[in-house]
């Protein structure tokens, strides 16, 4: 079955600008979370959705967003950018959610640089 | 909160064993290693949870110790296919994984 995919691969947006990314989970997975991968802090989580709603939320500013649609596609809002935020943004899907156990699978990524 | 791993860094070579240990100063549910290969997303690779259950790849093996809140992945006779960086990350039964900074791994022919 396909795997995780994510839009845009790579983006480059300015300071003050907002930005959305997209990722559709493995069919019948309904949790999707979302990472922001940097050098120097690693894999941070971001939020966690699952059936539309936001079931878990890391410790990012209200900056970051995101929703959840009736098709587990999820979205992420990032707005009045930083040069903070450049960061490879990842999305994890799985099928009911890691507390059960269920192993993530990572899509390739979003590449956003901000200038 | 983030868990710790170490060592940060090593290099091995083709055929050789490593330890990489996860440890957490909160009371986990559960622990899950990752392997990222450079320019590619991460790779499941176990999942630990508290009780004993183990669900991940036969070849690979890992420990998971609920009373110190430490976790050890265990690669034997390792492989070029094997170089990449190792995350663990813990989780303390909320769906919130909380990832440590990495070990990366090299292997040498």
């Known amino acids: 079955k396909a795997g995780v995919t994510q839009t845009p691969r790579y983006l480059i947006k300015t300071r003050g600008q907002q930005v959305t990314l997209s990722c559709s989970p493995i069919?019948?997975?309904?949790?999707v979370s979302w990472y922001q991968q940097t050098p120097g802090q690693g894999l941070q989580f971001l939020f966690e959705?699952?059936?539309?709603?936001?079931?878990n939320k890391g410790n990012f500013p209200g900056r970051f967003s995101g929703r959840q649609f009736s098709n587990s596609r999820s979205e992420m809002n990032v707005s009045t950018l930083e040069l903070g935020d450049s960061a490879l943004y990842l999305c994890?899907?799985?099928?009911?959610?890691?507390?059960?156990?269920?192993?993530?699978?990572f899509g390739p990524g979003t590449r956003l640089t901000v200038t | 909160q983030q868990p710790v791993q170490s060592p940060q860094a090593v290099i091995l070579r083709e055929g050789e064993d490593a330890v990489i240990n996860c440890s957490s100063s909160?009371?986990?549910?559960?622990v899950h290693w990752y392997r990222q290969k450079h320019g590619e997303a991460p790779v499941f690779l176990m999942i630990?949870?508290?009780?004993?259950e183990q669900k991940g790849h036969e070849k690979i093996s890992a420990s998971f110790n609920e009373k110190k809140q430490q976790s050890s992945l265990y690669l034997t006779a390792s492989q070029l296919s094997y170089s990449g960086t190792y995350f663990c990350?813990?989780?303390?039964?909320?769906?919130?994984?909380?990832f440590g900074k990495g070990t990366r791994l090299h292997i040498l022919p």
């Open positions: 994890a899907s799985s099928f009911s959610g890691t507390v059960r156990g269920d192993e993530q699978y």
């Open positions: 069919s019948g997975h309904r949790s």
């Open positions: 959705y699952f059936s539309e709603t936001q079931r």
């Open positions: 909160k009371a986990l549910y559960s």
């Open positions: 630990l949870l508290k009780g004993g």
């Open positions: 990350g813990t989780e303390r039964g909320d769906d919130k994984i909380i």
